[in-house]
C-alpha cells in the first residue's frame, strides 16, 4: 500500500469507527433505559397492589 | 423612547453608583492588569518581539473583562434583586444596556491605566490600537452581560462563564491583534465594528429570554 | 409524505454513503497531484453535515424561543449533539489529510480546521452549559440564546480568520485538488447525501433516547 492510499484507508476507518462507538454507546443506552423502566414497571406494581 | 433611554440611564447610574460606594471590583480589576502586565514580562524570553508584547496586552485585557464580567450580576444576586429588576415594569432589554454601559465604564477605567503600564513596560502605543481597544470594550461588554446572566443560572457559574466567553471573543481577539500589528488596520477596525453591531443587537434581542423564569 | 414513508427513505439514503465510499475507492483513478484526494469525498460531507447541524440546532433554538413548545429543547440539543460529533469528525478528518498532504497533523494556515476548532470549542461549552444547569425553563431557553449565538459565531468566525490571512499566520499550503469533473462531483454528492442521511438517521435515534430519557425521570418522580 502506497503512503496515500495508508492515510486514505486510515481516514475511512476513523469514520467507521466513530460509528461503530456510537453503535455500542447507544446500545448500552437502550440496555440501561430497559432496566430503569423495569424498575419502575415494578414499582408502579407495588403501589398499585400495596 | 425617552422612558426607555430613562431607564438604562438609570440602571447604568446605579450601577456606577454603587462600585463608588463598595469599590470592590475595579480596583482588583486595576491591580489584576498590572499584575498580568509584570507576568507577562517575565514569561517573554528576552529579544521577544513587539509583536507577541502586544499580543499579550490583548490577553491581559480578555482576562481583566473575565474578572469584571464575573462580578457584573454579582451584586443583584447577594441582594436577590435581579428578580426585583425583572419585575419592573421596563423592557428587560434595558436591563442589558444598563448594565453593558457599566461594564464597558469598567473596562474603559482599568483601561486608562493598563494602556499606559503597557507603554512603560514594553512599548508605545499606536493610536490603532487604542481604537482597537475601545471597539473590542464594547463587543466584550455586551457579550459578556448577556453570558454572565446565562451564567448565573448554572450551578457553575464562575466556571461556566470564561468557557462561553473565551470562544466567542476570539474573533475580538484577532480583530484587535490584526489591528495593532498589520499594516492596513482599516479592515480590521472595521470588522470589530461589525462584530460589535451583530453581537450586540442578538444580546438587545435575547436578554430577555435569559432572565425571566 | 407520511412519517413512516420518510423515516424509510432516510434510512435507504444511509445506504447511499457505502456506495459513495466505493465508488470513491474504485471508480475515480487516484487525483493527480493528490493521491490522498479521495479522503475530501469523507471530509468535505461531514463539515457540510456539521455545519447543517448546527444550523438545524439554531433553526429549533428560534422555534423554542418563538413559540414556546418544550419539545424544541430537545430537538435543539440532539441536532447540536450530531453537529459536535461530525464537527469532531471533521478535525480528525482534516487532521490526517493535512498530515498526507503536508507533513503536519495541524496547519494554523488551513482556514477550514481552524474555524471547526472555534466552533468545537463553542459548541461543546454550550454541554457544559446545559450539564451545570438545572432542567427546566432556564436551562432550555439559555441553551437556545447560546445555540444561536453559535450559528452567528460561524460566519463572524470566518470573516475574521479570512481577514487575518497572513498578518496571524502564514498560509503555505492549499489543497490543490483536481478539476472539479462531473465524476468528481457526482461521487461527491452521493457521498454528501449519505452522510446527511446517516445524520438524520442517528439524530432520530438520539433523539428518542433523550426523549425517553425524560418521560422516565419524569415517571420516577411521580412514582416516588
Known sequence: MTTAEKYVTGAYLVLLGALLAYLIIIALKVGRLEQELADLTRAAREKQGG | ?????ADVAALARKDLLLELRSRDTLPAMLLFVVSALTVFHFALPSGSSARAETGLLWIAIIFTALLGLARAFAAEREEGALDGLVLAPCDRSAIWLGKTIGVTAFL?????????????????????????VALADLGIAAIGTLLAAMAAASRARELILPLMFLPLVIPVVIGGVGASVSANPGSFLGFLGLYDAVFAILCWASFEYVVTE | MSTSLRNNAVLAGVLLLPLGVLLGAFWIPEAKGDPAFRIFYL???????????????????????????R????ESYTAIHMGVIFGLLTLVTGSIWAKYAWGTWWSWGERQLVLFLILFLFYSSYFMLRYSTDPG???????????LFGVTLIPVSF???????????PTVFTHEGPQMTWEIFTIFLISFAGMLALAATLYRVELAGKRIDASLRELRELLA
Open chain 3, 43 to 69: 471530509h468535505v460531507p461531514i463539515a457540510l453535515t456539521a455545519y447543517g447541524c448546527f444550523g438545524v440546532g439554531a433553526w429549533k433554538a428560534l422555534r423554542l424561543l418563538w413559540k414556546g413548545e
Open chain 3, 159 to 169: 470573516l475574521a480568520i479570512r481577514i487575518a490571512g497572513t498578518i496571524l499566520h
Open chain 3, 137 to 147: 425553563p432556564r436551562r432550555e431557553r439559555n441553551s437556545a440564546v447560546y445555540a
Open chain 2, 108 to 132: 474603559v477605567l482599568a483601561e486608562a491605566v493598563a494602556l499606559p503600564a503597557f507603554a512603560l513596560f514594553f512599548h508605545p502605543l499606536s493610536w490603532e490600537l487604542v481604537a482597537a
Open chain 2, 1 to 5: 423612547m425617552s422612558g426607555y433611554a
Open chain 3, 71 to 74: 419539545r424544541y429543547d430537545l
